[in-house]
């Protein structure tokens, strides 16, 4: 069965320090994607960021990356200079076999401090 | 930019009541999911559905069904309400071409009494 693991129930960082966030993940298909969202504390989801199971290059965008490291099974987000406003919830998920289906991690919350 | 509307943001309702939930998107999307999150638990997949008229079972359908109509319209349904239905439920949608992020509304906290 895929399963999405976040080690992290809660971080915090100091304002303009650069964050990881930890997502490992299990499957034994070949082809999968990666995702991250991020939830503020008034709810909604917003997806940050992609990677897929061949995809060479690590994805970036923005001030977001992800660390790839197939072999290992991790798509660790980084936030680069974070900002107050990042603070919230972030959700790693997987999609498996071209199915629009999504599992997701527990999350971590993150807390910036001023 | 994607657009997906849930009909009320805060409800509260009664056990035995049926309860409605609507979604609506505004991308011609032909994937909806309707998902509950609790904490600790993350979220859970109730019902999707990839096109009209279909729906599969997700991980937790026990309690709900669903409702699509029309493309854009995508409706959870408790049949009779119950008190461990409290939760925030979620509506996302998604393109069918490859790996395409899921879009989500901005959720329903649901309060069952």
């Known amino acids: 069965a895929q399963k999405i693991t976040q080690t992290q129930p809660g971080m915090f960082v100091q304002e303009k320090e650069a964050v990881t966030l930890d997502c490992t993940y299990d499957t034994s298909d070949p082809s999968y994607g990666l995702f991250w969202y991020k939830q503020p504390s008034s709810g909604e989801m917003i997806f940050l960021i992609y990677?897929?199971?061949?995809?060479?290059q690590n994805a970036t965008e923005g001030r977001y990356s992800l660390n790839f490291q197939k072999a290992r099974k991790s798509a660790n987000l980084v936030i680069s200079a974070s900002q107050l406003g990042d603070s919230a919830m972030y959700f790693c998920a997987m999609s498996i076999q071209g199915a629009q289906k999504l599992v997701f991690g527990q999350g971590t919350r993150l807390t910036i401090n001023p | 930019d994607v657009k997906v509307t849930q009909s009320s943001r805060y409800l509260v309702k009664r056990t035995g009541e049926k309860v409605f939930l609507e979604c609506v998107q505004d991308m011609d999307h032909e994937n909806m999911f309707w998902y509950r999150q609790d904490p600790g638990l993350g979220l859970r997949l109730i019902y999707f559905?990839?096109?009209?008229?279909?729906?599969e079972k997700g991980d937790i359908p026990e309690g709900y069904s669903v409702s699509r109509e029309k493309k854009e319209r995508f409706s959870l349904i408790l049949e009779s309400a119950s008190t461990n239905q409290t939760s925030m439920y979620l509506c996302?949608?998604?393109?069918?071409?490859?790996?395409?992020?899921?879009?989500f509304g901005d959720g329903t906290r649901l309060s069952i009494l």
């Open positions: 996302a949608s998604s393109l069918t071409r490859g790996y395409q992020p899921q879009h």
């Open positions: 990677q897929g199971s061949y995809d060479q």
């Open positions: 559905s990839y096109d009209v008229k279909m729906k």
